[in-house]
Structures are given as structure tokens and as C-alpha cells.
């Protein structure tokens, strides 16, 4: 099915030494108690397989999930007017960002345990999940009928969630792409994605631990531990883009919507200007040689 | 010692020798841009050495599929002349750019002294600096005239970044000796940063600025908050 073998798996080793911390567990997400109408058809309480090991994550099955999700990669994405992404992420690029990550943390359940909902069928009528069962049981399926035991994995499983950390190993921490899908949120399992993340980031001795976020992300971050920098720092992104600085000749990098200005190679003369005026106070003045170009 | 030595540049080695120099060599390096340096980043990062193939044979490939996953390379480290300054008194003064990342340690924590940061354990920013996406440098580089012109080499600038290698990067330690702030030197570093990132394609340059240099970004082409997009930090709570 969906796990099957993929001609871009990544190969990767897992590496189990964190220090006693479980590479992988099956958890319990529980729903909380809702008025509205629709969580009686959803399941109250379903397992679920965390995992950081990489070897689990399909690449092509991590890109159907931003999608899922409707997140991007880029921070200014290009959306159409119902604000949903235009462009799937690019999966060799997603790739490269998964095998440069330090931590990938990865959420499976049954495939049975999640109502396919997307934004559209939002009202519908739906029959509860069991009825939308595969034809075909596994020994999985079979066992889960008679035993009620959490039994869910990877390769049977589907990818419900992910989060990764990208870390200098020393000093700091950058979290990104946390998600869930729709239908499971609200159970737990971004908070339990991110506290996996830290746990395990400051079992490496790292604590300053950062995450970008977006208007609507910032509740889930607060309610997972993140505040405001106590230094009081000002978050800032390079947005230099070609509306925003007319200059002549500019190169260009499209990043998502945006196409942001690649600073160009020359020195400018107000840095020459000012190298000239600091120096010494000589009589006859030191020769300032620009030597690149 | 905890000196950086994760650069061995052959070419240009005479620069950066501890014993001082006796011979005149010829500092101005031409950026080719396109050049292929000799370097050996011993990196213990475990993904690296599983992404490069086995450690011991470099022919097989990990990755099945011979069409997909380039790996990208990492940043060409440049060196090269940024000023030279000749004084009346015949001293030749050189700020050296380096992006090969080959930093004292101990030089580092002095400049951090002198900008006035906290102190931070060296392990750990060593460890920092040979984990970041890029390390660029500056260093003086001042020659007095005569022919056994002892030099005298001091870091004097700094700024890293560390990355995903395809979509996001956050530019950390940017500093400058302030007695050769003003100059338009941290200009060049940030810039240098950012044209290499956005040279990979790696669009989401971040940085966390403190009050007095928001400013200072803002005129390099960064927006704060931009779009409502704001940094978070983990706060243990006991």
C-alpha cells in the first residue's frame, strides 16, 4: 500500500542512542470532550506509533501529508484565493531538508482510525470509519478485531503527523513543519510530536530551542511551552524582493511567492567611503586599495 | 587546545601559520568563485557520514535510486582580500573575508569579550561552529613594512548560519570588533551569508535581532515580523 517500497526512501540509519529515550512507542491520542456535532462520528480514543526513526518516513507519503495539511515549506508560499497551496513540495528538496534535519519525529495510525476529511466534506454525512474498510484484513486487522490491542506500525499504518529539528549540536535549535491532519487534531499529537522533539533535544545538552511560527501557530507553540525570547529579540526574515528595491540589474531566487534580491557580489562605495574616513589621521592620509570586485 | 582546524587549505596555509611569517606571499586571491579547494571538514556529524556512503568505501552508494538525491555539495569555502590599507608609517593592513570557517576558539570568546556578549561554554560553541551551514570570518591581517615583517592576525569579525540545506536557514553570532564597527564590514558578512543561502535556493533566511540592531537588518533587506511570523522559544517550566 502506501508504505510499500518507494524508489526515494531515505536511507538512513537510526540512531538509537538517546540516552534511554524510546526511538519509537505506541501512545494513546485521546479526544477531548466536544459539544459539536461532528466528533460523534469521529473515535474518542485511537493508538497511535511515534517514531524518530527516519527509516519509517516515505518520502512521497511525508509530501501528501504537507499537503493534507495544506503546509508549505516555504515561509511565503504561493496559495490561490481559497489560501490553499498552489505547489505540492518538492520532494527531492524535502529530501535534502529531511536528511540535514537532525530529528524527524513521525506519527502513524490505523488507517481505519482516521476519517479522510478534508475542508469540502466538512457537514457531510458520513458512515462511521469502520464501514469505509479496506476489503482486504491483515493479520493486523484480524488480530485487532478479536484482541483489542493497539497494534499499529509504519509500514501498516499511515503517516499522521511529523515535526523535525534542525540543531548546530551545540548551542541552538530550530523546530519546523509540525503537523497533524485535520481529522486528528486536537487529540494530543502535535503537543506529544513537539514534546518528543525537546525531550530529546535537551537530552543532547541543548536548550535554546526556537520555532518559527505563523499567526495561527503561535497558541499551539504557547500551549507547548514556547513564549516570546525573555531578551526580547525582534524575529527577522530577509524579504528583499524586487517590489520592494528597485536597483537595475538584480539577480533573483524565487523562495515560494516571493522573489527575493540576491545581494550583489561588489563592494558599495558607502562601505569604501567609510573605510576611507575611519582611518588613521595621518597628514598626507592612508591609500585605501579596493581589491575586490 | 580547542583551536579550529576544520580547514587545511594548502595554498594559502602561510597565512594563517602560528610561527610568523619571513616571505613576502601574495595575499590577493582572485574569487573564482568556481574554485576547487582541497578541504577536509572533519565533521562527526553520525547523517554525515551515512549521506556520503560508507566510511570506508566512498564508491557504493546509499541511495538506490541513481536519478534522484543529488546531494548538494556544501558552500565552497572563499578566502580573499576584502581592504588593504596602507598607512603612512609603512604598515599594510589586510581584512581577510573566509568563509572556510577556520576559527580560533579562543579568538572567538575574546572578540565575544569585547562586544560585551555572556560567555558561553567553548565546547559548545566549537561544536556550533563546526555543525553551522556556513562559518564567515574576517580577520586583519597587519604587516609591518621591512623584510622580516612580523604579522599580526586578529579575528575581527564573525557571523554563522545554520540550515537545512534546501529551505530554511537562521543567520546566529553576528558580531564585529567595535573598533572596527561603522565600516560597513557586518554589511558584508550578513551579505555574504545570504548570497550564499539564497544561491542554494534555501529562501527562509531568519534571524532573532536585538533592539539596537533592528535597524541594522532592516537595511540589509530584513522585515521584522513579516506576514505575523514570529519566533518562539522553549521556556522550561518546573
Redesign the interface.
Known sequence: MAAAAA???I???A?CGYGGIKAMEIRWATRKENSNEVSTKLKQRIPIFISTNPSHINPQELRDLYGSCNHS????PKMDKMGKLVDPVDI??????L????LLVSVFCNKEDVLASDDDDCGNEREPSKGENPPVLGLGDLLQRVVPLPVVSPSTGMLVGFG?A???????A?I?DVMVIPSLRGMGIGKMIVKRI?RIL?GR?I?????????NE?LF??A?????????????????TLST?IEGDQMV????R?L????P?S??S???K??KS???K???????????T | MLTLNVVALPSILPIFSAQPCNHQFNYLLANTGRRKLKVTRPRANFWDSIRSGFLKDNSTQVVESPSTLQEEEEPQPEEFVLVEKTEEDGVVEQIIFSSGGDVDIYDLQTLCDKVGWPRRPLSKLATALKNSYMVATLHSIQKSPGSEGNEQKKLIGMARATSDHAFNATIWDVLVDPSYQGQGLGKTLVEKLIRALLQRDIGNITLFADSQVVEFYQNLGFEPDPEGIKGMFWYPKY
Open positions: 524508489p526515494m526512501t536511507k538512513m540509519k540512531c515549506c516555504h515561509r511565503f527531492k528538496r524535502l529530501t535534502i531538508a536528511s540535514h534535519s537532525d523535525r534542525v540543531s548546530d549540536h551545540g548551542l541552538t530550530s519546523f525537546i535537551t545538552d536548550y535554546d530551542i526556537a520555532a518559527l511560527c505563523s499567526a503561535r507553540f504557547k507547548c511551552g514556547f513564549g516570546d525570547d525573555i531578551m526580547g529579540s525582534t524575529t527577522m526574515m530577509y524579504t528583499r528595491h531566487k524565487c523562495a515560494g516571493k527575493l534580491i540576491v545581494p557580489l563592494l558599495s558607502q562601505s569604501l567609510n573605510a575611519s582611518s588613521m595621518q597628514s598626507g592620509g592612508p591609500s585605501v586599495k579596493r581589491v575586490w
